[in-house]
Each structure stands twice: as C-alpha cells, then as structure tokens.
Nanobody
Framework: QVQLVESGGGLVQAGGSLRLSCAAS????????MGWFRQHPGKEREFVAA???????TYADSVKGRFTISRDNSKNMEYLQMNSLKPEDTAVYYC?????????????????WGQGTQVTVSS
C-alpha cells in the first residue's frame, strides 16, 4: 500500500524557516516526479514546487528564491526547505507523486498524496 507522510510543519514567525519532509513507502518513486502543493482555507490546492527524478526543479513564482525542493531517492524522501516565510505562506502543505517523470503544475497530474501538514506563519 502506497503511503506518503509529511512532517515538519508548525508555527513560525515571519522571516523564519521550516523544513518539510515527506516519507514515501509502498513502492519506489525514484522514476517519478514529486511535488509540493498547499491549500489555503476556502481555496483550491495550489502548486508550490516540483522535482523530476533528475533533480531538475520548478517553483511557483510566489515562492521562488525562498523555497527549495529536494529529494533523496535512496531513502524515498522528498523535502521542502522554506526560508523567509511570510504570513501568506500559511496553509496546509501536501506532498505528492506524479503519474510520470514530468513535473506538472496541476493537482490532477499527481497520483499519490500525503495527508497534509499545517504551516502557520505569524506576523
């Protein structure tokens, strides 16, 4: 059974940092793109970042230069380092695995999802 479990969320002051982790189990995902999405209350889930098996990454404009996505294929892990956090980054963050090796921007292109972890940035 495939399972993605996020960790590392919490409460942080504006300007602070958090590192989210996503542990994948049930199969190996080294050949698939992995991503992070977030969802603000009452809004659609939105793309944050994605990384291909090669390590190539792509980011939403709103987090570019502040967030860094990475992966460790040997451990089936994905990470999101979040620096210079802003109150508008407050959301539930989800890790996801794509259907293919491509890094897509829409939630529908991702097959597996974690349960989400809350990130709250206070001003």
């Amino acid at each position: 059974q495939v399972q993605l479990v996020e960790s590392g969320g919490g409460l942080v002051q504006a300007g602070g940092s958090l590192r989210l982790s996503c542990a994948a189990s049930g199969r190996t995902f080294s050949s698939y793109a992995m991503g992070w999405f977030r969802q603000h209350p009452g809004k659609e889930r939105e793309f944050v970042a994605a990384i291909r098996p090669s390590g190539d990454s792509t980011y939403a404009d709103s987090v570019k230069g502040r967030f860094t996505i990475s992966r460790d294929n040997s451990k089936n892990m994905e990470y999101l380092q979040m620096n210079s956090l802003k109150p508008e980054d407050t959301a539930v963050y989800y890790c996801a695995v794509s259907w293919t090796s491509m890094a897509y921007y829409t939630a529908a292109e991702y097959r597996y999802w974690g349960q989400g972890t809350q990130v709250t940035v206070s001003s």
